[in-house]
């Protein structure tokens, strides 16, 4: 599964080695710039539309807005917090995203992390330890909470 969509603006991915032997996939940050056929406004922006394919449109948004923290500021600009996830093969990819309305443009930020499901190999594979998921919570908030618009 990987961790940045093709159309991203920016994509930093967090290095792996120092948790070879776990299920950890890979974390990442991106940009990107999405777009609608209406003209986009905060609302449009902030919508989440549900997912679409060959069948036409699923029961499930591409996002849910947090309940805990639905508006973040990050760079002096109010970001809406959704969150979604999917799975396949016992694989997961996980993200939080933030929406955000600048300049006309809306923009979302993304934190992606994938991992296996640990009981898929024999014996099972090591999980990231408590200290190993907070230093990489850690390094991918301060790397989401540097995010500034250029002008």
């Known amino acids: 599964m990987p961790v940045c969509e093709g159309d991203a603006l920016v994509c930093v991915i967090y290095p792996t080695k120092q948790f070879e032997g776990t299920n950890f996939g890979a974390a990442s940050f991106q940009v990107r710039e999405i777009h609608r056929e209406e003209m986009m406004t905060p609302d449009v922006c902030a919508t989440p539309y549900p997912l679409m394919n060959s069948n036409g449109p699923w029961r499930w948004p591409e ?56 009981n898929v190999s024999d014996p099972p594979m090591k999980t990231l330890t408590s200290a190993q998921r907070e230093k990489l919570d850690q390094s991918m908030s301060q790397i989401l909470r540097s995010f500034r618009f250029s002008n």
């Open 63 to 118: 996002f849910l807005v947090s309940a805990e923290h639905p508006v973040e500021m990050i760079g002096g600009v109010q970001f809406l917090h959704g969150v979604t996830g999917e799975g396949a093969t016992s694989h997961s990819l996980g993200s939080d995203l933030y929406r955000g309305f600048h300049k006309q443009r809306c923009f979302e930020l993304r934190v992606s992390t994938t991992e296996t499901s640990p």
